[in-house]
Each structure stands twice: as C-alpha cells, then as structure tokens.
Nanobody, 121 residues
C-alpha cells in the first residue's frame, strides 16, 4: 500500500484561497494522481487529475480557479484553489493509480483519508 496523507483544508471566506497537499510514501510506483471531493448527500466527483507526464484534467467548475501540480522529488501532490465559492465546500480526497492502470476508466488504486474544505458566504 501507498498511504496518501492530505493536509491544507480549512475554513475560508468566499473569494479566498487554499492550498491542499498530499504526501505519498513512494511516488515512484504511481502514474496519475488526482483530487476528488464529496459534499454531504452527493456523490464523489473528480476535481482534477495529473499524470506522470504532467498532463492535466479539470472539472468544468474548477477550470481557471484550481491548479493541480506534483513534485515527484518531494513525493507530493498539490491543489491550489483560488476564488473559492460556497459550492466548493466538501471533503477533498487525494487518489492515485499505479502504472499500467487505465486511469480514465478505472477507480484509483489508493485513497487518502480526506481533508475538509469549508467556504463561507
């Protein structure tokens, strides 16, 4: 197993910013990594994903406001969230796929425990 540990969540006013981090014990066996979120009563949704070559995907509502990045030397994944809105309030989860797994169609191999983001209006 590759434990993923998120940090950086918290309470922020609308329009503010937060930076989430996800520390992985070994990133060398991981291809794509992503951030998901789940609000109360809603399904978990993919917010942003980045593969080993740096190619990214964003949820439409996150495009232009959120930036996903990774630092392989530090085994860390980041999500910079700007211009936050109350509808961004959710538990945010870090996830990762092994090499050889089709991350477009397959659920992640690894999950973190989540970090809460709350945006007040």
């Amino acid at each position: 197993q590759v434990p993923l540990v998120e940090s950086g969540g918290g309470l922020v006013q609308a329009g503010g910013s937060l930076r989430l981090s996800c520390a992985a014990s070994s990133i060398f066996s991981i291809n794509a990594m992503a951030w998901y979120r789940q609000a109360p009563g809603q399904e978990r949704e993919l917010v942003a994903r980045i593969n080993s070559r740096g190619s990214t995907y964003y949820l439409d509502s996150a495009e232009g406001r959120f930036t996903i990045s990774r630092d392989n030397a530090r085994n860390t994944l980041f999500l910079q969230m700007n211009s936050l809105k109350p509808e961004d309030t959710a538990m945010y989860y870090c996830a990762a796929w092994n090499y050889g797994v089709n991350y477009y169609y397959t659920a992640p191999n690894y999950w973190g425990q989540g970090t809460q983001v709350t945006v007040s209006s």
